[in-house]
Every structure is written in structure tokens, then in C-alpha cells.
């Protein structure tokens, strides 16, 4: 009952119920795990499968996201190491010169509900920034963001960048955006999903 109320909320985009009913779970003596992976979780895929079908808009998904994310910092402090086991190490970026960060944000959110760690670099991320972010979280995956024609070509350095550095190799690149498409990305050597739901599925896949 607890997690169905919370995955209602969530999926409603009601923040302050989502916090009560998260907290009125753990009083009850709920698992945090539970708790995110029957209640939170569960709110979030299904906000996913009708953002990918057409029947939620961006506005919805953001504010669902949101939901979400109150859960989440009620419950961090809480998990036991094990709880949450990761599926891998993800640096995200919009990459340089470019500032739509929207799409981005909402594959992360994604990633994250679906297990993987994110670090999130934010916009206008140059292969610099990129490759040092790449090094120190020790990434399995880099995913780039690009939503104008001439900020795609970052995408490509980047990836050289990755080269020159010796981490294309240990190192999956996801690559999206709207004027991104799966031949540009076979050019550059990465990898192309076409939506959040799916950039989840390629991660699966390449891990
Ligand atoms: C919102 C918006 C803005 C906002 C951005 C706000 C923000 N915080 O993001 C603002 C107003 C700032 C803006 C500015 C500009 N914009 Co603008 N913008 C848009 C708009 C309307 C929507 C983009 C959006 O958020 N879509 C919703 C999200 C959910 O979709 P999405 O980004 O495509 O993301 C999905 C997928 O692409 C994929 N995905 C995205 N990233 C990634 C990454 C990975 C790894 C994977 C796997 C998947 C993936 O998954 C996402 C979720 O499903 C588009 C129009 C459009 N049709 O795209 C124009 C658009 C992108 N903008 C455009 C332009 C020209 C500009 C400006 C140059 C305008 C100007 N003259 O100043 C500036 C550039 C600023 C800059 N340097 O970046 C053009 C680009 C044309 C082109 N082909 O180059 C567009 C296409 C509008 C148009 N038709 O002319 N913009």
C-alpha cells in the first residue's frame, strides 16, 4: 500500500506527497531498497514508458523527476552499503558551446533511476573537461549531449580527445541530441539512442 501511494505521487508529480508517504513507509519500518526499487522506481519507469509513447510531455517528466529526487534525499542517508548496487560509472555532459540542458538532465535522471551513478558535468563541457572527469571517476560509460549542428563537431573531438588519452578503449560513449543521428555517431565512433527510455536500454547493453 505504502509503495503504491508513492508511486502514485510520484507519477502525479506531487514533491510533498511523494516526501510523506516516503517518510510515513520508513516509519512503518519499510527498506529503503524497497522503497525505491517498489515505490520510487516503480513511478519512474512507468513516467518513462509514457514519456517514450507520447502521453507525458517534457514539463511532466521534469516534475516527476523532481518527485523523485525528494524521495531519493530522504532515503540516501539511509541505505546500507549493498543496497543499491550500481550497474556502472556514467559522466554525463552537454558538450561545449552548447546550453540546452534539458534532454541531458532527463537522461541522467533516467540512468540514475535505473541504478547507475551519474556525474552530471553540466553544459558547455569542452573534451578537457571531459576526459579529466573521464580519469577521475574512473567512468565506464560517457554520455554527450549536443542539440545544435555545429556544437555536434565537439562530440567528435572529444572522442579523439578520449583517444589521445588512452580511455576510448576502456570507456563506452554514448552520444544524442536532436540533430544527432545513428550514422554521425558510427562516424565518431559512439554510440546513439534517440530518447532517455532507450539511451537506459543501450547502457544495459553495453555494460
Ligand atoms: C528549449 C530550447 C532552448 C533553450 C534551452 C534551455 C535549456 N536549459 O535546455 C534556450 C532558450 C536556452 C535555447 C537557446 C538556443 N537555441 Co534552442 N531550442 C530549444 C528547443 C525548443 C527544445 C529543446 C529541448 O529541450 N527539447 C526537449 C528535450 C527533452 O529533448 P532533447 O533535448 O532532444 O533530448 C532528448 C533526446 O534528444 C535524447 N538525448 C538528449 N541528449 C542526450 C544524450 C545522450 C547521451 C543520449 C543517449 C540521448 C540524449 O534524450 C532526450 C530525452 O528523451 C529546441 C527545439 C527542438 N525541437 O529540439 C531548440 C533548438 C535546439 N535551439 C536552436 C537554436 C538555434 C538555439 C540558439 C542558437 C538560439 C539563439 N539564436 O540564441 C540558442 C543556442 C544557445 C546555446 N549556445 O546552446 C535550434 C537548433 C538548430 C540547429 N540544428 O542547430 C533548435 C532545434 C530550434 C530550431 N528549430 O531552430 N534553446
Redesign the pocket.
Known amino acids: 500500500m505504502e509503495f503504491i501511494r508513492i508511486a502514485e505521487a510520484l507519477k502525479a508529480g506531487k514533491v510533498n506527497d511523494v516526501k510523506t508517504y516516503t517518510e510515513m513507509a520508513l516509519s512503518a519500518g519499510k527498506e529503503p531498497k524497497d522503497i525505491i526499487n517498489e515505490g520510487l522506481m516503480a513511478g519512474m519507469n512507468v513516467v518513462g514508458e509514457k514519456?517514450k509513447n507520447g502521453e507525458l510531455f517534457?514539463p511532466e517528466v521534469l516534475i516527476a523527476s523532481k518527485a523523485m529526487n525528494a524521495g531519493m534525499e530522504i532515503i540516501k542517508p539511509l541505505l546500507k552499503e549493498g543496497d543499491v548496487v550500481s550497474k556502472g560509472k556514467c559522466v554525463?555532459a552537454t558538450v561545449k558551446?552548447?546550453?540546452?540542458?534539458?534532454?541531458?538532465k532527463?537522461?541522467c535522471m533516467m540512468m540514475e533511476s535505473s541504478g547507475y551513478e551519474v556525474v552530471d558535468l553540466g553544459v558547455d563541457a569542452s573534451p578537457e573537461k571531459i576526459v579529466n572527469a573521464v580519469k577521475e571517476h574512473d567512468a565506464d560509460i560517457v554520455?554527450?549531449?549536443a542539440?545544435?549542428?555545429?556544437?555536434m563537431l565537439s562530440m567528435k573531438k572529444t572522442v579523439e580527445a578520449l583517444k589521445e588519452n588512452g580511455l576510448y578503449d576502456n570507456v563506452k560513449v554514448?552520444?544524442?541530441?536532436?540533430?544527432v543521428t545513428v550514422n554521425y555517431a558510427e562516424e565518431i565512433g559512439a554510440h546513439?539512442?534517440?530518447?532517455?527510455t532507450e539511451?537506459v536500454e543501450?547502457a544495459n547493453e553495453l555494460m
Open positions: 514519456f517534457v554525463f558551446g552548447d546550453l540546452h540542458d534539458i534532454g541531458k532527463l537522461v554520455g554527450m549531449s542539440m545544435l549542428t555545429t556544437t554514448m552520444i544524442g541530441g536532436a540533430p546513439y539512442s534517440p530518447d532517455s539511451a543501450l
